[in-house]
């Protein structure tokens, strides 16, 4: 199906108008679709998550060796090093 092009400015814009409605109307229905869809399966309004640790040596090691390998790998790659 292609969509009639218009000619004049005013067309046009009346055209892009219809389309942002149409696209927001469809995205409005999707999101009251995943509302339902979520009420559905219990979703009771309350928002739970997994409790927080805090970090150990083992997690400040991991961002030490990340950071420190990225570091290396930007010195080689720029030769930043004689």
């Not at 009346?14 to 009420?39: E, N, T």
Request: hydrophobic share 40%; aromatic share 8%; charged share 20%.
């Amino acid at each position: 199906m292609t969509l009639p092009i218009p000619t004049d400015q005013g067309a046009e814009q009346r055209w892009v108008a219809g389309r942002i409605g149409h696209l927001f109307s469809k995205s409005l229905q999707l999101s009251r679709d995943v509302y339902d869809a979520m009420l559905a399966r219990g979703f009771s309004g309350e928002l739970r998550s997994l409790t927080r640790r805090p970090p150990t040596a083992r997690d400040y090691a991991w961002t030490a060796g990340a950071l420190l390998l990225g570091s290396t790998l930007l010195v080689v790659e720029r030769q930043l090093l004689p």
